[in-house]
């Protein structure tokens, strides 16, 4: 039985109802969590509010970053464990839980050094005036997870907010809480006041919207869909709370004539079958100049077909999907899809050892994807890769952008000067020349354009979303 995570306690939820926890690579239950409800959120909050007031507000920005390093040496001590929690829970294949478990103590790592480097400025101003900025933090920050990445979503998100001089309430997806548990427990263990880090677990529009809705909590990060970013940004503007949205995306790899094909193609590969494609900034269209778009196809082609999919403890190419319903969505996606009469070039296999009630899904390669097809539109958030040609550059920047998405692209070409027009041209948080995602990029800000939402996670500048600037002038003569 897994509990709500309060005050550095294991608690029950105070209606005492629970979740089944599934596995996706068998679909059975094999442990509960809580079904929480508003009145677990309002004890979070008050928890979080009197640590922040009593103990956390009173610590130097030093000491939080010892803090965060401490537990980022802990988490690395324990990513095996958490890397098999996260496989269990998540489906994901060994190299991706651990690789997920290893971003997780770099993001602490990389806030426990920013910690006593996040400061204000002094400003010129009238003759007989000293003025300054102070970054204050928000006080206590609402943080909503998806199920996709817990780990590194949880780093980015509750690190950041820490360093900042935050406490957090997190409300991790009802699909993915087990390893987010463990690490609040780890949290405590190194020294966190209790209070810092609270966790309550149930369902989105039970807890989720409690505790968008709380008013003690001062800032929300929400990672997850347009549809659900949309409540949380109305909710929170009944009462003006700041809300960054990262709400996921339909990045274009755009591969030009020029390019170094070799280099590409794996890259482009693994952008849409890493996690099975349920990642916020999966490549998901793949854009192919005319005069290579037949022989691209074809090496993608014989690269999907080579694709193995199956239970996540073998560690294949692919696991599963999260659960039955995003399963059901991607088939939804794939028979509109052939109802509408695109072609699938290729697919991956499923392996004879994925047991049947498992949630798997094989990538898929489509071709000649209408560009306002509604695969070629919408997250699908699977192995499916939508590929399209273009005549030029012109052209090119026109299908990268005719999407509302605009989180990340990737550009393949060697020609220098068009790398840098490229990067002007497409409206997107993140563009990538000849690579993608630069293997995760804890540094890197990351954030959306238009319906990608915004705000900018991770790296340094995530730390100006998670505190209020406040001007002080001082009239001395
Ligand atoms: P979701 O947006 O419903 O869930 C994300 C988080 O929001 C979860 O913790 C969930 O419990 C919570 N939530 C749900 N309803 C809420 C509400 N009313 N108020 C507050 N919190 C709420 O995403 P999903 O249903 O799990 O997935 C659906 C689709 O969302 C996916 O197919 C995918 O396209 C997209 N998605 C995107 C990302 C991303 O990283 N951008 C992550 C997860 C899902």
């Known amino acids: 039985m897994q509990y709500n995570f309060i005050d550095n306690a294991s608690v029950p939820s105070l209606s005492g109802h629970t979740l089944p926890v599934l596995d996706p690579s068998d679909g059975q239950p094999f442990d509960e969590l809580q079904r929480s409800d508003a009145r677990d959120i309002d004890r979070a909050v008050r928890s979080a509010r009197a640590c922040y007031d009593e103990r956390w507000s009173r610590l130097s920005a030093a000491e939080r970053g010892r803090l965060l390093m401490a537990l980022s040496r802990k988490v690395a001590d324990h990513a095996d464990e958490l890397a098999l929690l996260e496989q269990r829970d998540c489906g994901k294949p060994t ?3 651990r690789a997920d478990a ?9 806030y426990a050094g920013a910690c006593d480097k996040l400061h204000g400025e002094t400003l010129p101003y009238q003759n007989g005036y000293s003025v300054f900025t102070w970054r204050e933090p928000h006080g206590v920050t609402g943080h909503v997870i998806p199920w996709n990445y817990p780990m590194q979503i949880f780093g980015r998100s509750v690190g950041g907010a820490l360093a900042a001089g935050n406490c957090c309430v997190v409300k991790p997806a009802e699909d993915a809480c087990l390893s987010l548990l463990r690490v609040a427990q780890l949290a405590a263990e190194v020294g966190f006041p209790p209070g810092t880090i609270n966790l309550v677990t149930g369902y989105g529009h039970e807890v989720g919207d409690a505790l968008a809705r709380h008013p003690g909590i001062d800032h929300i990060s929400f990672t997850g869909s347009p549809r659900v970013g949309t409540l949380i940004q109305q909710v929170a503007a009944e009462r003006h709370c700041p809300v960054t949205l990262e709400l996921g995306g339909k990045s274009p790899q ?17 952008a849409i079958v890493q996690n099975a494609g349920q990642t916020c900034s999966a490549g998901s269209r793949v854009l192919i100049q005319q005069s290579i778009y037949d022989q691209m196809l074809d090496r993608l082609g014989a690269a999907f077909e080579a694709l193995r999919v199956g239970p996540a403890s073998m560690d294949l190419d692919v696991g599963p999907l999260i659960r039955q319903s995003q399963q059901q969505r991607v088939w939804d ?19 004879d050892e994925a047991p049947e009630a498992g949630f798997y899904q094989a990538p898929v390669l489509l071709a000649d994807v209408p560009v306002a ?7 699908v958030f699977g192995p499916v890769l939508s590929a399209m040609p273009f005549r030029d550059e012109d052209h090119a920047v ?19 000067a068009r790398q840098f027009r490229m990067a002007r041209r497409v409206r997107s948080g993140q563009v990538f020349v000849n ?5 995760g990029g804890v540094e890197l800000p990351f954030g959306g354009y238009k319906s990608s939402g915004y705000g900018r996670e991770k790296g340094f500048e995530a730390l100006y979303g998670f505190t209020v600037l406040k001007t002080v ?3 001395h003569g």
């Open 254 to 270: 755009i591969i030009f004539a020029d390019a170094d094909l070799d280099a590409a193609l794996p890259v482009v590969i693994n």
């Open 333 to 351: 996606f794939l028979s509109d899809a052939q109802n509408d009469g695109i072609a699938t070039v290729a697919q991956g296999q499923i392996v």
């Open 102 to 110: 290893a971003a997780l103590a770099r993001y602490f790592e990389f």
């Open 398 to 416: 026109e299908l990268a952008n005719a999407t509302r998405f605009g989180l990340v692209a990737g550009v393949w070409t060697r020609d220098g």
């Open 95 to 97: 190299r991706q839980a």
């Open 435 to 439: 690579n993608y995602g630069a293997g």
């Open 473 to 475: 002038a001082v009239q």
């Open 373 to 379: 097809h509604r695969v070629a539109q919408e997250e």
